[in-house]
């Protein structure tokens, strides 16, 4: 089968289309025709060698992908047929036109949505998701500052917390992403280039702060966070993009306002972890994909790359001008 591959760490110039053994589904098992995946930021880190995928994962880059059931491994209980569409939640390898995936991992693709819609849900989605809600522990009434609100996991979070009852704020460092964040739910947006965004979260918030703050970039926005932080709030990080060090007086602001920091990450999480998630994802989230009405979901893509040009959709992923998600198709 054909996969993306490269040979050494650095940077999109080393991708290239490579043919590699097809692999075969293990016991409790389905190999997955890929028809797309999505684009991550864990897909940049690891290829430039910041970060391994978990022991025993896939080498090969892709974190979600959408296609058709194509072998049924041992053992494998439950609903699914060769010939299926389905969307999965892969720990890697969805990037090639065939993957492995443990059978509960596997999501039916709402009605009316397409292969590359599809493939834009499981990480993105999922990863939303857990942090609102197994993480964030997100209630009705709650404001949430949700930052890099026009990335993947940013717009399904905006629709979340929206259908949970709680008030989504965001950042963006565009009046075009802000637009779009807003478009989707978004109570207000800020862009961080042109204004502190936490003394405009406080400012929306009338003084009292966010109750949750999902955040994907870490050192730089420490400060930010904690003053717009509500007394009892939840700071959940679950990225690095501004930096892993801070110097200041975190642990005395965060006592102060008694608020909680708590780290997310999905893709190292255990595979009951992940059957658990997926399952209440698929039970309570992805019928609102295809039912019409304001509560109706949906996945935002930006572009579709075929898998051939793989060096240019990293590229355009570094540029941080996408809005949703970038997805790659492969060839059928």
Sequence with gaps: MIAVHFDKPGGPENLYLKEVAKPSPGEGEVLLKVAASALNRADLLQRQGQYAPPPGAS????????????ELGAGCQGP?????????????????????????LLMPIPAGLTMCQAAAIPEAW??????????????????????????????????????????????????????????????????YKEEDFSEAT??????????????????????????????????????????????????SKLLFKRGSLITSLLRSRDK???????????????????????????????????????QEAHEYMETNKNVGKIVLELPQ
């Design 202 to 251: 406080l400012k929306f918030t009338k003084g009292a702060g966010v109750n949750l703050i999902l955040d994907c970039i870490g050192g730089s926005y420490w400060e930010k966070n904690v003053n717009c932080l509500a007394l009892d709030g939840h700071w959940v990080l679950y990225g690095l993009l501004g930096g892993a060090v801070i110097s200041g007086p975190l642990f």
């Design 80 to 104: 699914w047929r060769v010939g299926d569409p389905a969307m999965a939640l892969l720990s890697g390898g969805g990037q090639a036109q065939y993957v492995t995936v443990p059978a509960e």
């Design 126 to 191: 999922l990863t939303a998701f857990q942090l609102l809600h197994l993480v964030g522990n997100v209630r009705a009434g709650d404001s949430v500052l949700i930052h890099a609100g026009a990335s993947g996991v940013g717009t399904a979070a905006i629709q979340l917390a929206r259908m949970a009852g709680a008030t989504p704020l965001v950042t963006a460092g565009s009046q075009e992403k802000l637009q779009i964040a807003e478009k989707l739910g978004a109570a207000a947006g800020f862009n």
């Design 272 to 310: 009951k972890y992940k059957q658990m998630l997926v399952k209440a994802f698929t039970e309570q989230i992805l019928p609102h994909f295809s039912t019409e009405g304001p509560q109706r979901l949906l996945p935002v893509l930006d572009r579709v790359y075929p898998v051939a040009e793989i």
């Design 59 to 70: 080498n090969i880059l892709g974190l979600e992908a959408s296609g058709h059931v194509a």
